[in-house]
């Protein structure tokens, strides 16, 4: 359940990550949407190599992996939004703003 938990995050950031690429892909951009699986490998092989022998907070090697895994979704979806920037292409996803005639219709 606790990896479950550490990990969901990464969905989320794994979907964005997704639509900004597509983004790219529409641009003729593929390089960035292309290399961005590096860095989940990069991060993985970093947590078991540095993270695990020195056997900090963690008691077990899932537990550092599913903590790797985060971060690299975190990491993918910032060079992705760094790499939509340089393209011109910024992602705003518009905050949900709640109106009298929503506000009615909930009640």
Known sequence: MLLTQVTFPYLLFMSLTALQGGILNSLH?????????????????????????????????????AWAMTVAGVGQFLWMV??????????????????????SSSA
């Open 82 to 103: 760094i790499a939509c920037h340089r393209a011109g292409m910024d992602l705003h996803l518009p905050r949900p703003r709640l109106t009298p005639r929503c506000a």
């Open 29 to 65: 951009q593929f390089m960035h949407a292309a290399a961005a699986p590096i860095l989940l490998n990069v991060v993985m092989i970093i947590a078991l190599a540095i993270v695990v022998p020195f056997a900090l907070p963690f008691e077990d090697v899932a537990y550092a992996l």
